[in-house]
């Protein structure tokens, strides 16, 4: 073999074992050779390539780099890295960077040009990855800052400039220690302690200084930088002011530091006021049961009636704004008798029959004596209690029943009426002091204590009291005593 035959050989190896597609072309675009790479990288075969125009492999919208590029070669000059986009066989587009020579006869006229393409489309993604990282860290309201291990500053984006006011010049290559307050440097210890040893430290609360001095509570999240061989190699840290959070906080804890000033001075003023009421009213009842005596007038004796009833719902709802305060203060008191729960029920029923003549009220119960210790008084109240709701909240029916059962160990009484009901959520607001169903707010009126009471006098005896209820249908409310 001659040498140039050798060399020929040599070349001819070479482009038919290199990853870059290589490809010739005569000066109107019609291609002459194409190698394994090209095969590879377009999908046409030597057979479907050779003889065709090299548009075949260029996309519409590129038609015209065609043209630049022959005129380029036209005039003798080499075009380099040419990046661009080309098509595949199968649709596909593909980034390449394009170096184009041309190709000379022996009398040094250009006949045609060598096209070497190189695949760029990892380096391409990568480096879109690498832009659109990039532009988030530049975008972020959250200070972004790498360092070295060594607490070198090696990244500060504009947030961290914006929040630290140090510039991007003046931050990088310093020591981190430049944003730490001084009472605060064993930190940067404690934190490079951790990446260095592959922990992230996650939302660590703490302060940095700005370059104006001021002090900022900030929320750090320090994870380890990983080079390719799996290396920690530094830190990234991203900083968010907590300045705004941390007063809304304080801010909360302040109203609510004030609401509960606001509401002891209101529990303080409706404890007075009751009591200050109960004294006239009192007073005020002896006299009309004096006046109820010598009235003889049957005219007046009506008007003395009315006077009385009004009264005594006046002093119930005194008393009740009493008994709410006690609870506030702590200072319900219970006494603790054995009593029959059975007789107290029945006494309750009368009372009430006795009150509201028109009504039915049937007692369903198995048990003909239950005798339970606590406060009878007090479990009189809720029974009363129970009762007049259940009246009140019925306009439209007459008739209501009380159940005393015995189950599970323990004595469950149960009031049952066919009134306005109590829509689902609102159920287990009813024990709440102070609140009414707005449905029932218009037509009946009351402060919303009642159930509020029962309640505290039902858990005090370590029962539970609830409400079973549909809307316009009726409500039983039940509680229970333990045995
Ligand atoms: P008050 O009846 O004075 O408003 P309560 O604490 O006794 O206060 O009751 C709280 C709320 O529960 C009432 O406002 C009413 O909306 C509702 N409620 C209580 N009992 C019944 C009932 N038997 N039927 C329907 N709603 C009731």
């Known amino acids: 073999m001659s040498p140039a035959e050798e060399k020929q050989a040599m070349l001819a190896a070479i482009i038919a074992s290199t990853d870059d597609a290589i490809i010739s072309k005569t000066l109107d675009g019609i291609i002459t050779s194409w190698n394994p790479a090209a095969i590879k990288m377009f999908g046409y075969t030597e057979v479907e390539a050779i003889g065709k125009h090299i548009s075949l492999v260029i996309p519409d919208d590129r038609l015209d780099e065609e043209n630049f590029i022959i005129s380029q070669i036209k005039a003798g000059v080499k075009v380099e890295h040419f990046e661009t986009v080309r098509k595949a066989k199968n649709g596909k587009f593909i980034s390449l960077s394009l170096t184009i020579s041309p190709i000379l006869d022996g009398d040094g006229k250009v006949i045609g040009a060598s096209k070497i393409a190189r695949d760029i489309s990892e380096r391409k993604k990568a480096q879109e990855k690498q832009a659109m990282l990039a532009s988030i860290v530049a975008a972020s309201d959250d200070a972004i800052i790498s360092k070295t291990l060594q607490g070198i500053i090696t990244s500060w984006n504009p947030a961290a400039e914006r929040l630290f006011g140090f510039t991007e010049e003046e931050a990088i290559a310093k020591h981190i220690s430049l944003i730490i307050p001084d009472d605060r440097l064993d930190e940067e210890t404690y934190i490079i302690g951790e990446v260095s040893r592959g922990v992230k430290v996650d939302h660590f609360q703490t302060i940095r200084k700005t370059k104006d001095g001021k002090l900022v509570p900030l929320s750090l999240t320090v994870s380890p930088v990983i080079d390719e061989s799996g290396k920690i190699i530094g830190a990234s840290k991203i900083a968010r002011d907590i300045s705004a959070e941390q007063a809304a906080q304080q801010e909360t804890a302040r109203l609510y530091e004030h609401l509960k000033v606001l509401n002891a001075k209101k529990d303080d003023f409706i404890a007075l006021a009751s009591h200050e009421l109960k004294t006239p009213l009192t007073s005020m009842s002896a006299y009309l049961q004096i006046l109820a005596r010598l009235e003889t007038d049957s005219k007046n004796k009506t008007f003395v009636d009315k006077l009385q009833h009004q009264l005594k719902k006046l002093c119930a709802l005194v008393d009740d704004l009493l008994d709410v305060s006690k609870i506030e203060a702590g200072k319900l008191h219970f006494s603790k008798d054995d009593f029959d729960l059975r007789e107290v029920i029945e006494e309750a029923i009368d009372m009430i029959i006795h009150a509201n003549p028109g009504y039915s009220i049937t007692f369903e119960n198995i048990i003909s004596k239950y005798i339970i210790t606590g406060d009878s008084h007090r479990i009189e109240q809720v029974i009363i209690n129970l009762l007049t709701n259940a009246i009140r909240y019925s306009p439209d029916s007459n008739r209501l029943k009380v159940y005393l059962i015995e189950e599970d160990n323990q004595i469950k009484v149960g ?43 039902v858990s005090r005896h370590n029962g539970k009291i609830w409400a079973e209820s549909t809307l316009d249908e009726g409500s039983t409310f039940w509680f229970t005593l333990p045995r």
């Open 415 to 457: 009031v049952e009426d066919y009134g306005i009901g109590i829509a689902q959520e609102k159920l287990q607001n009813i024990f709440s002091r102070y609140y009414r169903v707005d449905a029932s707010n218009g037509k009946v009126s009351g402060l919303g204590i009642g159930l509020y009471i029962c309640q505290e006098i």
